[in-house]
């Protein structure tokens, strides 16, 4: 079945370490997304990808770097520069009919 | 003010009820998503909407875009629809979304 799948669901990092989270799809969906969600709050972009090789900066990029090296991947990194990371991250694609197909999340948290 | 607004935040309802929620937004859009979050997380798709109404089963969707508001129906609820339903508006072509905060449904049996 075709899907977004997210790695880790659980993540534990200390501060002022890099962490990882992957994104990957089988879709052949073309653009890519990764969110934030916080209590309380709607999910904010944090960059997105709409072709290999290119992405651009969301709502809250600050502390945040991504790739688009192929076109089934799109990992995020969260970096020490990034002040508040404890948050649930979801990644999502879009197809050509405009629909959104999400992955089932990554929970972050900074110990 | 927020560009998307959803009303109520939460809502408890019993097993069998019909239940609305509202959704009204500020900008102009191409399409308005209806999503659904479970406890665990992952977020499921309901629907897309850029005019009219759709059904699937026992949910229904609305939109207005004169008045820039819909509207999501569920009716006979059951335990199992109990989750956070959450609505996006987007517009223009890097199909960028904005989310409201999300209604919290707890259905009661």
């Known amino acids: 079945d075709g899907g977004i799948t997210q790695s880790p669901k659980y993540l534990f990092r200390k501060e002022g370490q890099n962490v990882t989270l992957s994104c990957e799809q089988n879709?052949?969906?073309?653009?890519m997304y990764w969110y934030r969600q916080d209590p309380g709050q709607g999910l904010r972009l944090i960059y997105y990808?709409?072709?290999?090789?290119?992405?651009q900066k969301g709502d809250i990029a600050e502390g945040y770097s991504v790739s688009r090296e192929k076109k089934e991947s799109f990992p995020l990194t969260v970096t020490s520069a990034q002040k508040n990371p404890t948050a649930f991250y979801l990644c999502?694609?879009?197809?050509?009919?405009?629909?959104?197909?999400f992955g089932s999340g990554t929970r972050l948290t900074v110990v | 003010k927020n560009e998307v607004e959803q009303s109520p935040q939460n809502l408890t309802a019993q097993e069998g009820e019909f239940i609305t929620i509202n959704c009204s937004y500020s900008v102009g859009i191409s399409a308005l998503h209806w999503l659904q979050q479970h406890p665990g997380g992952g977020i499921v798709s309901l629907f897309m909407?850029?005019?009219g109404k759709k059904k699937h089963g026992r949910l229904i969707a609305t939109i207005n875009i004169q008045e820039k508001h819909s509207s999501l129906h569920i009716t006979a609820s059951h335990p199992r629809d109990s989750a956070v339903y959450i609505c996006?508006?987007?517009?223009?072509?890097?199909?960028?979304?904005?989310f409201g905060k999300g209604t919290l449904l707890t259905v009661n049996p």
């Open positions: 996006a508006v987007g517009g223009g072509s890097n199909y960028k979304l904005t």
């Open positions: 909407l850029s005019s």
């Open positions: 879709l052949n969906h073309d653009a």
């Open positions: 999502a694609s879009i197809g050509s009919t405009g629909g959104y197909t």
């Open positions: 990808s709409q072709i290999v090789n290119d992405f």
